[in-house]
């Protein structure tokens, strides 16, 4: 079965560090999100790609955070300098439709940043 | 705007016994709603959803909900539960034709005991 692969799992990192996480959506899947889990709250959505454009990034803290998916394939999302308060999950997912279409989640990368 | 809330952050049921989590929503347009179970350490799974066709809505696993608009609620119900139905549970809003941002609620903490 398909699934979408995340890189690392996990991630322990000082504060002011760069760190950056990898996406490879199911293949075919044209539209890409990453996703922000702090503990105890449901998902936000930082960023979405339609191919490899950005359609949604209204809610990604641009000083610090960056993403792209030049080849409108695989994803990268990166943080520098990281905070203490971008401890959290970062999911990806990706779907075959830009609306109305089923979500797959990969299984996240754990930050913690100390 | 579109919101949801999760009545009961966690829940507590006997094993064999019914499984009831309330979700209520808020839209100002036709809504599309889900609802995503998490397992430890794992991605999202869609459990199902609901888009404007039948009110009661079957899913994987043996689980269903009921769309009431004049309740604007969206509760998962399930007549027997099993041990590995514990989880985090998340029920979700979109817009119907609006894209596919997903607005989560907080999320339910299901728990199993023999």
């Known amino acids: 079965e398909a699934e979408v692969a995340q890189s690392p799992r996990y991630k322990i990192t000082e504060k002011s560090q760069a760190v950056a996480f990898w996406c490879d959506p199911i293949?075919?899947?044209?539209?890409l999100y990453w996703y922000r889990q702090i503990l105890g709250q449901g998902p936000e959505l930082l960023v979405q790609f339609q191919d490899e454009s950005v359609v949604d990034d209204s809610q990604l803290p641009k000083d610090r955070f960056s993403a792209e998916r030049l080849k409108g394939v695989d994803s990268t999302l990166k943080i520098q300098p990281a905070e203490l308060g971008d401890s959290a999950m970062y999911l990806c997912?990706?779907?075959?439709?830009?609306?109305?279409?089923?979500?797959?989640f990969g299984e996240g990368s754990r930050l913690t940043v100390l | 705007a579109q919101s949801v809330t999760q009545l009961d952050s966690h829940v507590s049921v006997s094993e064999g016994t019914p499984v009831l989590l309330r979700c209520n929503y808020s839209s100002s347009y036709s809504p599309s709603l889900f609802w995503y179970v998490q397992h430890p350490n794992k991605g999202l799974q869609l459990l199902l959803k609901y888009t404007s066709a039948a009110t009661l809505v079957k899913g994987i696993n043996g689980f269903e909900a009921e769309f009431k608009k004049s309740e604007t609620s969206f509760h998962l119900t399930k007549p027997s539960a099993h041990m590995s139905d514990a989880a985090e549970y998340f029920c979700v809003v979109t817009l119907t034709g609006g894209g596919n941002k997903l607005t989560f609620g907080t999320g339910t903490q299901l728990k199993v005991e023999l």
């Open positions: 293949s075919g899947h044209a539209t």
């Open positions: 997912a990706s779907s075959l439709l830009p609306s109305g279409g089923e979500l797959f």
